[in-house]
């Protein structure tokens, strides 16, 4: 079935550096990648998603990469502060229907 | 706040229970989603419907359904509770079915199960 790996579980930071997250996907009709931040206790809200017509999408600090021949996304934080410290999820979906497969996360912690 | 409410914020029962948590879709989003978050499961896809009918489904036990009313609220229904069960439920909604772009998935703030 489908499946989304995630690496790595925990990444911890020093405030100013870079952050990178990244996934594999395995069902190749996925065509939709979103990336969600969830602070403990919070829902997860979606900060960057991109699509499979799309090799880089950029938000401010924040990027996210997409190779679809090696069926692997990234996320990019640059200039972490400590308010990006939260679990960071990454998703694919396919396009029958709206079921995502979710990553397992990343804690990421920014040190001031 | 994304415009997805979900009732309870909190349940606390017993294991053989039954339970229903209840989400409203944002306002003009006709597919409502459920999904458990578990500390060893993460995030799993349950159930979607779109427009009052069930458009996908996940590994959703037996023990568990939902279904979306006319006024598009969903509900999912949690019977014969185990401790396994406790953790937390998330409800998500979208404008359309989600296949097509522009077809975001926007979470509420979720019900938190347990089970004693």
């Known amino acids: 079935g489908e499946n989304v790996e995630q690496h790595p579980s925990t990444l911890s930071v020093q405030e100013g550096d870079s952050a990178v997250i990244k996934c594999t996907y395995s069902?190749?009709?996925?065509?939709?990648f979103p990336w969600y931040k969830q602070e403990l206790g919070k829902r997860p809200q979606l900060i960057i998603d991109?699509?499979?017509?799309?090799g880089e999408k950029k938000d401010q600090r924040i990027a996210v990469t997409l190779n679809k021949t090696a069926k692997h996304f990234s996320l990019h934080i640059t200039e972490t502060q400590p308010e990006d410290s939260a679990v960071y999820f990454c998703?694919?979906?396919?396009?029958?229907?709206?079921?995502?497969?979710f990553g397992q996360g990343t804690e990421l912690s920014v040190k001031p | 706040d994304s415009g997805v409410t979900q009732t309870p914020k909190h349940l606390i029962t017993a294991t053989g229970q039954r339970v229903t948590l209840r989400c409203s879709p944002r306002?003009?989003?006709?597919?409502v989603y459920w999904y458990q978050q578990s500390l060893d499961q993460g995030l799993q896809f349950l159930i979607q419907?779109?427009?009052?009918?069930?458009?996908a489904k996940g590994n959703i036990l037996e023990r568990f359904s939902a279904q979306q009313f006319p006024d598009l609220h969903s509900e999912l229904n949690l019977s014969s509770l185990e401790l396994g069960d406790s953790a937390l439920y998330f409800c998500?909604?979208?404008?359309?079915?989600?296949?097509?772009?522009?077809?975001?998935?926007?979470f509420g703030p979720g019900t938190r199960l347990t089970v004693l």
């Open positions: 998703a694919a979906r396919d396009n029958q229907g709206g079921k995502l497969i």
């Open positions: 306002s003009g989003d006709l597919s």
């Open positions: 991109i699509r499979s017509n799309v």
């Open positions: 419907y779109y427009n009052g009918e069930e458009r």
């Open positions: 069902d190749s009709a996925s065509n939709y």
């Open positions: 998500a909604s979208s404008v359309f079915d989600g296949g097509g772009p522009g077809d975001t998935q926007y």
